[in-house]
């Protein structure tokens, strides 16, 4: 078997999907901008494919403004907005959306393309699939985020469809990273890799990243509903440990979702753990017998420092444009950075005794 000639195009698939990781990486960043410039309600209907265009003449935008003046976002928060300044946030969510088509028919291309030409290496078409199901399933889950906050009296989207529509793109993000890692090496490298794997790292790794990504979604939840403006003293909140006011909102859950001081206080405090937790997963990490292994995990700690720097830096600024899209940029490079160390744990790169990976 491993003599035996290669089939599919490994090299050609993982270029495509670089291709779709980058761009789900600038969704990723791009999503957070319309969330911070307030415009994920300026589109008020979900059309797919006839949403492509955006309004072509005076009528046609005088039309998109007044289906957003119905909706409470414009009659409590907005009233009164221009139709210039109706057309800046209006193109950030049209640009998010079109972002979102042109990954779409980037993979719809690349898999069926793939597929005919039956290119795709032995046992990835379901793992390739997966991708493009979970990308539709994304496409509903915005949907259904950006129709909480058109009725009623919200004037945002619901802080947790937010967190579970950030949440997915960090798992699509996640799969494209593992699946460009796998198809960097030949089956038969990975096959021997896979003897010399750090079973306890590796586990301890896969932990550390279930940590991470309940950090992403606490972080959506402050992101959601501003609450890293309103606390921006460190590491005390209003001068005291825990935050005034923590549960005055009835019934008592709904605190953990929609009272900014509680939410901001629990995604710090997931924080402390986290670089706690990524302090004992790099000790292990440092400890490794491969060099590629260690130097994954030196980047990771340094990651770990840097973005837990940003969050504060982020809080004590009352959440700036600049800084708070730096920080979840930060995210994104966290969750790449894990997946690499996390790879390389499970499947070592052999070094030679004079260095050589």
Do not use: C
């Not at 119905?70 to 079109?98: A, C, T």
């Not at 009352?318 to 744990?345: E, F, K, M, N, Y």
């Amino acid at each position: 078997m491993i003599d035996a000639p290669k089939r599919g195009a490994r090299g050609a698939v993982r270029a495509w999907l670089m291709v779709l990781f980058v761009m789900v990486a600038a969704m990723i960043a791009v999503g957070g901008l319309t969330r911070l410039t307030d415009s994920g309600l300026s589109i008020t209907e979900w059309r797919p494919v006839t949403g492509a265009l955006p309004p072509m003449s005076a009528e046609a935008w005088q039309s998109e403004f007044d289906k957003y003046r119905l909706i409470p976002q414009y009659q409590l928060v907005n009233k009164g907005m221009s139709l210039s300044e109706f057309q800046e946030i209006y193109w950030w969510e049209w640009g998010h959306r079109q972002l979102g088509r042109m990954i779409g028919l980037v993979w719809a291309v690349g898999f069926f393309g793939f597929l005919l030409a039956r290119r795709i290496p032995v046992g990835w078409t379901g793992r390739l699939a997966l991708v493009g199901a979970l990308g539709g399933l994304q496409g509903a889950i915005g949907w259904w985020m950006v129709a909480s906050g058109l009725g009623g009296t919200m004037t945002s989207v619901a802080s947790y469809r937010l967190a579970t529509h950030l949440g997915l793109a960090f798992v699509i993000l996640g799969f494209l990273a593992w699946y460009i890692l796998l198809l960097g090496r030949s089956e038969a490298a990975l096959l021997q890799a896979r003897r010399a794997r750090e079973a306890k790292l590796f586990s301890m790794t896969t932990g550390f990243m279930h940590l991470a990504f309940v950090q992403i979604l606490l972080g959506a939840l402050v992101a959601g509903i501003d609450a890293g403006r309103g606390f921006t003293d460190w590491p005390l909140m209003a001068g005291q440990v825990f935050p005034p006011e923590a549960f005055v909102i009835e019934p008592l859950w709904r605190n953990f979702f929609e009272n900014p001081g509680l939410v901001q206080f629990v995604h710090r405090v997931a924080g402390y753990l986290l670089l706690a937790f990524g302090v004992v997963v790099w000790l292990r990490g440092r400890a490794s017998v491969h060099l590629a292994t260690r130097r994954a995990f030196h980047m990771l700690a340094v990651m770990v420092l840097a973005q837990m720097a940003l969050g504060i830096a982020t809080v004590m600024h009352a959440a700036p444009l600049s800084l708070a899209i730096t920080h979840q940029v930060g995210a994104v490079l966290l969750w790449v950075l894990i997946a690499r160390a996390r790879h390389l744990a499970g499947y070592p790169q052999a070094t030679s005794l004079r260095g050589a990976v």
